[in-house]
């Protein structure tokens, strides 16, 4: 498949994490339609149990299977690829796991049945991230005969910024429950992917200071963590600026010519000009000053050095028309 001009070549995983509120689900689901462009087989991937993806998608609740839940946008000289999903839970993962290298299936069954897994993961939380990230892991590394890998890009919807850095950290999170073994083998292995170049993890926030500031945090813990890669910022929800920029200033400080305001809405034919302009000048004001707060926090996310990205604000709520101006905003600027 021919190679895109794109800021991620050669990545496979896309991990999308964010603080709450942010809309990390949404981006993750377009940038999976983004992503199945030109005949491109996608996985969208979700581990928190909440069905967001099918409430996104208005699908159906998805179980621990792979559905074909969307179809990528196409040209007309070549279709759009499919977007598959599904909803890791770490009781489904143990008994693939199980099965698949042990082939006990109904012994990971029973074990599910007893409650064995909410044992385990109470002793050792980190055995819960590890069989999540292993069946992102595994779908990234699953080979198809006809086609070689079964899946051109695998996305994560991964948990907030807050635990990103020790969800992904899954060989140091189980060390102390083994440092041999299957277990530790299979952690090790998760990790050649998640820290191989393949892999990247994308932060999503709004220009608000705290979302700023978690995305911040996040990326320089996956720095100091080594070896895991940071991918892009996206910022999501923005509105494009009411005022010219030479104007915001004034406008934040009430220096807007009132007069002026008043000569223009009367020109246009609306009665009470000069009420409507004290009016007027209040609105403006209070979005000046909110853009430039943005704006300062977008400063604040450049200096991180990551390649950062701008999605709009949706009226009227998401719907799968919302996603697709999104997934092309983001192929638009290069993130897919």
């Not at 839970?89 to 143990?94: K, M």
Request: net charge neutral; glycine share 12%.
């Amino acid at each position: 498949m021919a190679t895109r001009d794109t800021d991620w070549d050669g990545v496979r995983l896309h991990v999308v994490t964010g603080k709450g509120g942010t809309g990390k689900t949404t981006v993750a689901g377009a940038l999976s339609l983004a992503l199945a462009a030109d005949g491109r087989r996608v996985l969208l991937m979700e581990v928190e149990g909440r069905q967001g993806i099918a409430q996104l998608f208005d699908v159906p609740p998805l179980p621990y299977a792979e559905r074909r839940i969307a179809v990528g946008p196409g040209t007309s000289s070549r279709p759009g690829g499919d977007v598959f999903a599904l909803v890791a839970d770490p009781e489904s993962a143990l008994i693939e796991y199980l099965q698949m290298f042990y082939g006990l299936r109904h012994a990971g069954s029973a074990l599910a049945r007893l409650g064995v897994m909410d044992f385990a993961t109470t002793i050792a939380p980190g055995l819960r991230d590890v069989l999540l990230t292993g069946k992102a892991a595994e779908a990234v590394r699953r080979k198809d005969g006809a086609r070689g890998r079964s899946y051109d890009a695998v996305v994560m919807d991964a948990p907030p910024t807050g635990r990103i850095g020790r969800f992904l950290n899954v060989s140091a999170e189980v060390s102390d429950l083994a440092r041999v073994g299957p277990i530790r083998g299979h952690a090790d292995t998760v990790q050649q992917v998640i820290r191989s170049p393949e892999t990247v993890v994308h932060f999503v926030t709004v220009l608000e200071e705290m979302p700023v500031q978690e995305t911040l945090d996040g990326i320089a813990e996956l720095r100091a963590l080594g070896g895991i890669r940071p991918g892009g910022i996206i910022v999501n929800m923005t509105r494009p600026m009411a005022l010219p920029p030479g104007q915001l200033h004034e406008a934040a400080n009430g220096k807007l010519d009132l007069a002026q305001l008043a000569i223009g809405l009367k020109a246009a034919g609306l009665d009470d000009s000069q009420g409507l302009a004290d009016a007027l000048a209040t609105e403006l004001a209070e979005q000046a000053r909110t853009t430039l707060g943005q704006e300062e926090q977008q400063q604040r996310l450049e200096s991180a050095r990551q390649p950062c990205y701008r999605l709009p604000w949706i009226s009227g709520g998401m719907d799968l028309a919302g996603l697709y101006r999104l997934a092309a905003a983001l192929r638009e600027q290069k993130a897919a």
